[in-house]
């Protein structure tokens, strides 16, 4: 990682902490310039990273081993890789800059609120957003998200950001839509095929997945 970039992550970190629903919000006056080299405050208040920069760098810090680098830094860094592809063409560049595979083997972390965050940024990379509905699909993407949304004992609010990836990445688009079916009845949870343009039909088997976590 570029060091200018690694330095401005750790002002990042130290200036910001992640509540529960992972958002950020300030924790701590900003650090004095003199913990930044000049470069890495260039970066911050002018001549910064571009926002393809600033989606690696979070990535870097999602999956890093470093133990420096805690879960609370990881979810910041979740955060602001959520809020980063918003933007379409942020969502779009997750497949230009090969962060699909990471994020996905992120919906198997040991920590259920980073397979939360991960499932929560699948979500949002797809939604109403066909390139990036075809990439997820592309993937293998669909199976363990569908696997996530109906795993025993897994979290609530994990499953549910499951079924809004899936849902997401569903509507309007029949490929992705087909393949969730086969996979539903691969699990006997229903049989038939879904117009993924009947939003009723689509909010139908969403309902249904929902009703297995109360269930629960």
């Known amino acids: 990682m570029d060091r200018n970039l690694n330095d ?32 890495a405050i260039a970066a911050l208040f002018g001549n910064g990273p571009s926002d393809a920069e600033l989606m690696k760098l979070s990535m870097d810090a999602i999956t890093s ?11 910041i860094a979740f955060d602001n890789f959520e809020q980063l592809i918003e933007n379409l063409d942020n969502a779009n560049n997750i497949a230009k800059l090969s962060l699909w595979t990471p994020l996905l083997s992120c919906l198997e972390h040991d920590e259920h609120e980073m397979r939360r965050m991960a499932a929560w940024c699948i979500g949002t990379a797809v939604q109403n957003n066909q390139p990036s509905q075809e990439r997820l699909m592309a993937v293998g993407g669909i199976p363990p998200l569908l696997t996530l949304a109906t795993k025993d004992g897994e979290k ?50 969403m309902n249904d997945l929902k009703a297995k976590i109360t269930a629960a």
Not at 65 to 75: H, R, S, V
């Open 156 to 205: 609530e609010a994990v499953r549910r950001k499951a079924i809004y990836a899936l849902s997401s990445a569903v509507r309007n688009y029949q490929p992705a839509m087909n393949v969730l079916t086969d996979e539903l009845e691969k699990k006997g949870i229903r049989s038939g095929k879904v117009d993924a343009e009947n939003m009723d039909n689509v909010d139908e088997v």
């Open 8 to 39: 401005l992550l750790k002002w990042s970190i130290e200036n910001g902490t992640a509540d529960q629903n992972g958002e950020t919000t300030s924790a701590a006056p900003a650090a004095p310039a003199s913990n930044l080299n000049p470069e």
């Open 65 to 75: 081993t470093d133990p420096e680098i805690t879960l609370d830094n990881k979810l």
